[in-house]
Nanobody, 126 residues
């Protein structure tokens, strides 16, 4: 069982930055692949970034490449998402999620993640 709690969201002007964190409970945190997803109002939940158990492999959706950075600290049971050069279209609820298993072609699919946080709101004003 893994419990995830996100923090760090807020209201920021376009071009600004935020640091999102997701703290996890559980002894086997390092066994999980982790993802950050977001869901804007009226839209489906989408993958933003993902990272494998070791932190050695990462993925970013095209729209955030060069602006967002995912990282993890297994000693602190925490995954981070540094978001910068924010745009109004980045406005959404951001969720972290955890899944077991090796890195695979399904990492971008929300249904493959077992545990989810409650989400943190990111609002970017123009």
């Amino acid at each position: 069982q893994v419990q995830l709690v996100e923090s760090g969201g807020g209201l920021v002007q376009a071009g600004g930055s935020l640091s999102l964190s997701c703290a996890a409970s559980g002894r086997t945190f390092s066994s999980y692949g982790l993802g950050w997803f977001r869901q804007a109002a009226g839209k489906e939940r989408e993958i933003v970034a993902a990272i494998d158990w070791s932190g050695g492999t990462t993925y970013y959706t095209e729209s955030v490449k060069g602006r967002f950075t995912i990282s993890r600290d297994n000693a602190k049971n925490t995954v981070y998402l540094q978001v910068s050069s924010l745009k109004p279209e980045d406005t959404a609820i951001y969720y972290c999620a955890a899944r077991l298993g090796p890195w695979s072609a399904t990492f971008h699919r929300p249904i493959t993640y077992t545990y989810w946080g409650q989400g943190t709101q990111v609002t970017v004003s123009s």
